[in-house]
């Protein structure tokens, strides 16, 4: 499957990022990812059912169960989303790495 494309924002003030006067575009994987992260559940009026609402995982106990729990919802949400096999690796809350692909 191809890529999607879209715009990208400035990683520092989130604003759209424009480069040579024009709306800057891009693969918008990593944005994607980011925006499944941050939204709680029901946060997209058009499609409810997604969102991981990692925010509300904040001083969560660092335990295994809270891990299981977290990497297990980053995974559904990702396939919601049409990535194929989604990595999710996390030793505790703090560090967490994906790797996606469409």
């Known amino acids: 499957m191809i890529n999607g494309l879209d715009f990208m924002d400035d ?6 990022m424009i480069v040579g006067g024009d709306l800057s575009i891009d693969v918008g994987n ?5 925006n499944i992260l941050l939204a ?3 946060g997209y009026k058009c499609t409810p059912i ?7 995982f904040i001083n969560s106990p660092n335990s295994a169960y809270v891990i299981d729990e977290l ?3 980053i ?3 990702l396939q919601y ?3 194929v096999n989604p990595v999710v690796l ?7 790495k994906i790797s996606v692909t469409r």
């Open 71 to 73: 990497k297990s919802k």
């Open 81 to 83: 989303d049409k990535f």
């Open 90 to 96: 996390m030793d505790n809350i703090t560090a967490i």
């Open 11 to 16: 990683p520092i003030t989130g604003d759209l």
């Open 30 to 34: 990593d944005h994607h990812v980011k």
């Open 40 to 42: 709680p559940k029901g």
């Open 75 to 77: 995974k559904l949400q």
């Open 50 to 56: 997604v969102g991981v609402g990692i925010t509300s």
